[in-house]
């Protein structure tokens, strides 16, 4: 569950910086769980930006199973590009590649088109 908040919230404040970032997750700040899930159980991921500045984002997020709430996320993501230790990283944006574009369009959505990271 903590990985589908991941993903989504992760999409979620990649998509508000145009995916222009290399947006990975930094820290699980909240995790609380309050039931199980079973298989064919349908979830609902809802993820919420609390925050973004240039170098990071903080999410809130609750995972629903019908009317239930089953857990409660509160997740932080860096912007690899913009940390203040001034580490390099590849210039391709390896996050947020050209098969995510592909998925992003077969499911209704516009991606941008890529260019080179910041």
């Given at each position: 569950?903590?990985?589908?908040?991941?993903?989504?919230a992760g999409i979620l404040v990649g998509h508000a910086r145009d995916f222009k970032e290399k947006v990975i997750l930094a820290k699980i700040s909240k995790a609380v769980f309050f039931n199980f899930v079973r298989p064919g159980d349908?979830?609902?991921?809802?993820?919420?930006?609390?925050?973004?500045?240039?170098?990071?984002?903080?999410?809130?997020?609750?995972?629903?199973?019908?009317?239930?709430?089953?857990?409660?996320?509160?997740?932080?993501?860096?912007?690899?590009?913009?940390?203040?230790?001034?580490?390099?990283?590849?210039?391709?944006?390896?996050?947020?590649?050209?098969?995510?574009?592909?998925?992003?369009?077969?499911?209704?959505?516009?991606?941008?088109?890529?260019?080179?990271?910041?």
């Open positions: 569950m903590i990985e589908s908040m991941a993903q989504t349908t979830l609902k991921i809802h993820a919420k930006i609390e925050s973004i500045a240039p170098e990071a984002a903080s999410t809130t997020g609750k995972i629903t199973c019908g009317d239930e709430i089953i857990a409660e996320i509160d997740l932080m993501f860096s912007h690899i590009d913009q940390n203040l230790a001034g580490k390099q990283f590849p210039q391709e944006n390896f996050v947020f590649t050209d098969l995510f574009a592909v998925v992003l369009r077969a499911s209704g959505i516009e991606a941008p088109a890529w260019g080179v990271s910041k």
